[in-house]
């Protein structure tokens, strides 16, 4: 039977046009709600790409493993996305080696291109149908005066041995159908997904190797001892929480964990024309150089994906309502930077929050009251979040810490509390990320 909130969501036309287009695909799986207590391992409050994939390696590892999710596995940040998988989700290579040198980024690096490896992994081995398509990544200047930042880029890549390329603006077109743009560094072995089904294949293969997944089961209360739901409790040694950017809900990380929000759209399928209009050659994943970036690329079934947004929704306490705004501010995008390309109105358009800590780099750590709580969240991008939800599991399974101390939210940002409360946290937020990348 299909749940409710499927049935909802999807069967009323009015609110067509701001659905989130990966949910259209195949309905979400009917899994139970916990309605019994259980006694486990590890208890995983989470069914996104980190809960998800926490699990799969403490499965690997032989724990017994509940997951509760509260909606449906895929249903948050995780199974909104673009589905760019690359490292570069909201921080550049370039920005990680300015900020802690050479040898610190590298580590930073190979953390996240674990991340890029496991799904890509888990998708071929498993066979998950998710709309696998092997694209390049193409970070792209936007002006003349920002053509230093993908250079900057190619620059970083170069000297850690990563392959790189880089286009000057003469050799550009080339590769993309638009004058619009002054530069770009381009690199392999990224690709795209529908991240949705993705977590539906992962929750769905994680149930065959033994995990107990319980979906609608909205956690109310988390202590030393277990989790509870409204309808069951259930008791573990070890407790995580992978709720991104509902972490502060629950009393932890306040200051730390805030979101940023996004909105993307998606046009019905192009004609091969169109696609040629856009890439002369190569599909790839682009994005471009402003703080607040716009992104786009194809899908499986030849449809343009395109993402951004403003600062003044970005940083907004809650998601917006309205997409009509978006609607247009993303096919103007795509307007001007493609001037020759025929598009309809976007069949699709919905927004989407991820959370984010100041530095763009992760949060992880223990409760400060019980230390067999760990918390897991504000992983920026598909990739990060999963090599956090692994390497939590590997906290337990094989002892490693050694990104313990980067990903503390007790760690020390440019914006500290007192300045945060004067300037306010969205403020704070906008200001640090700038910085982060640019400064």
């Known amino acids: 039977m299909v749940c409710l909130y499927f049935l909802q969501y999807f069967c009323d036309d009015t609110q067509m046009q701001s659905s989130v287009f990966w949910y259209t695909q195949k309905p979400p799986a009917d899994r139970p709600a916990?309605?019994?207590?259980?006694?486990?391992d590890v208890v995983i409050v989470g069914g996104g790409m980190a809960g998800l994939t926490c699990a799969q390696e403490l499965l690997t590892g032989g724990k017994r493993v509940v997951l509760l999710e509260a909606?449906?596995?895929?249903?948050?940040?995780?199974?909104?996305?673009?589905?760019?998988?690359?490292?570069?989700?909201?921080?550049?290579?370039?920005?990680?080696v300015e900020q802690h040198g050479p040898e610190k980024a590298k580590r930073m690096w190979e953390f996240v291109l674990s991340g890029v490896e496991r799904i890509r992994e888990n998708i071929i081995t498993h066979h998950f149908t998710c709309d696998y398509a092997v694209q390049d990544s193409l970070f792209i200047a936007n002006s003349a005066h920002k053509t230093k930042y993908p250079r900057r880029e190619h620059h970083a890549r170069q000297a850690l041995d990563y392959t790189s390329t880089f286009y000057e603006r003469n050799t550009l077109a080339n590769i993309i159908g638009s004058?619009?743009?002054?530069?770009?560094?381009?690199?392999?072995?990224?690709?795209?997904?529908?991240?949705?089904?993705?977590?539906?294949?992962l929750a769905a293969h994680l149930i065959t190797q033994g995990a107990h997944i319980f979906e609608h089961s909205r956690v109310q209360e988390i202590n030393a001892e277990g989790v509870r739901t409204s309808a069951g409790y259930v008791r573990a040694q070890q407790i995580i929480v992978c709720a991104d950017r509902f972490i502060p809900d629950?009393?932890?990380?306040?200051?730390?964990?805030?979101?940023?929000?996004?909105?993307?759209?998606?046009?019905?399928?192009l004609d091969d024309a169109q696609v040629r209009t856009i890439f002369p050659t190569d599909r790839m994943m682009v994005w471009d150089?402003?703080?607040?970036?716009?992104?786009?690329?194809?899908?499986?079934?030849?449809?343009?994906?395109?993402g951004?947004?403003?600062?003044?929704?970005?940083?907004?306490?809650?998601?917006?309502?309205?997409?009509?705004?978006?609607?247009?501010?993303?096919?103007?995008?795509?307007r001007k930077k493609f001037p020759t390309l025929t598009l309809d109105e976007l069949e699709y358009v919905w927004p989407g929050m991820l959370g984010v800590s100041k530095d763009l780099l992760p949060i992880m750590g223990a409760d400060p009251r019980?230390?067999?709580?760990?918390?897991?969240?504000?992983?920026?991008?598909?990739?990060?979040?999963?090599?956090?939800?692994?390497?939590?599991?590997?906290?337990?399974?094989?002892?490693?810490?050694?990104?313990?101390?980067d990903f503390a939210w007790q760690r020390t940002f440019t914006i500290g509390p007192r300045l945060q409360r004067l300037l306010t946290t969205p403020a704070t937020y906008a200001i640090s990320h700038g910085m982060t990348k640019y400064l």
Not at 34 to 40: F, G, I, S, V
Not at 289 to 306: A, E, K, P, S, W
Request: glycine share 10%; aromatic share 14%; with cysteine.
């Open 34 to 40: 916990l309605t019994n207590d259980y006694e486990t």
């Open 71 to 96: 909606e449906f596995c895929g249903s948050g940040a995780s199974g909104k996305t673009s589905g760019f998988i690359t490292p570069d989700s909201e921080i550049e290579l370039s920005s990680l």
């Open 179 to 201: 004058r619009s743009y002054t530069g770009a560094v381009r690199y392999p072995n990224t690709f795209g997904i529908n991240s949705y089904l993705y977590c539906q294949a």
């Open 250 to 269: 629950l009393g932890v990380a306040k200051q730390e964990i805030y979101h940023v929000q996004t909105f993307l759209g998606i046009t019905r399928p």
């Open 289 to 306: 150089t402003d703080l607040v970036y716009n992104y786009f690329r194809i899908t499986g079934d030849n449809r343009l994906l395109i």
């Open 308 to 334: 951004g947004g403003d600062v003044l929704y970005t940083y907004a306490h809650s998601e917006a309502v309205q997409v009509d705004r978006f609607a247009r501010r993303l096919e103007a995008y795509m």
């Open 370 to 405: 019980y230390g067999n709580i760990w918390y897991v969240g504000a992983a920026t991008g598909l990739p990060w979040a999963t090599a956090l939800g692994a390497y939590a599991a590997e906290r337990l399974l094989h002892d490693r810490h050694e990104y313990d101390a």
